[in-house]
């Protein structure tokens, strides 16, 4: 049972030290079982850090990439492929005719397709004065002017991510994850 007391710390201590320093752990930062968690490096931080940053409209710089401008649909796929879905091929390939229009004044879909095959899956939906909730990993959300968000979001499960090829990944209603890049 002692044992269990110092397994714990060391490991907290183990992964804050590969997260800190891209994912290798530095050898001074292993501890074993027998030593205690007050000898660890001074360097390492023990407590958590805040991963929610502060609110911006999408025009803003801080909202980038989700700047505004036009975002068109480059791909679509099945949020959770294997389970029952309410999404098929015909809704997919609507989807990708959808572009995102983004302002500091209001959020949209628009595209052909929104009062057609795509109608009941509500990419009717716009935001107004939206505000971008940031929280981690590149995931964010869009709160509009009368406080609900864009889409299936929250603050806790953001449907928005950006990617490191410039792209914003959307998981929207029904299972459907859709691709933007801005045109």
């Not at 679509?76 to 294997?82: E, N």
């Not at 209001?106 to 939906?125: C, E, H």
Request: include cysteine; proline fraction near 6%.
């Amino acid at each position: 049972m002692k044992m269990l007391k110092h397994i714990a710390p060391l490991a907290s201590l183990a992964l804050v030290a590969a997260c800190s320093n891209g994912g290798d752990v530095d050898e001074q930062a292993e501890m074993t079982p027998d030593q205690t968690a007050s000898s660890a490096p001074a360097d390492t931080a023990t407590e958590p850090t805040e991963t929610t940053a502060p609110t911006a409209t999408p025009g803003s710089d801080a909202a980038a990439p989700l700047a505004s401008g036009t975002w068109q649909v480059v791909d679509t796929r099945l949020t959770r492929p294997g389970g029952v879905q309410a999404i098929g091929d015909a809704e997919l390939e609507a989807a990708r005719s959808l572009q995102l229009v983004v302002s500091d004044d209001d959020v949209r879909w628009q595209g052909n397709a929104i009062g057609t095959t795509l109608k009941a899956y509500s990419f009717g939906d716009n935001c107004s004065s939206p505000e971008r909730v940031t929280a981690s990993e590149g995931r964010f959300a869009l709160r509009c002017s009368d406080g609900q968000f864009f889409g299936p979001s929250s603050a806790d499960e953001p449907s928005f991510a950006t990617q490191s090829d410039g792209t914003v990944t959307v998981n929207w209603y029904d299972g459907i994850t859709l691709i933007l890049r801005q045109r």
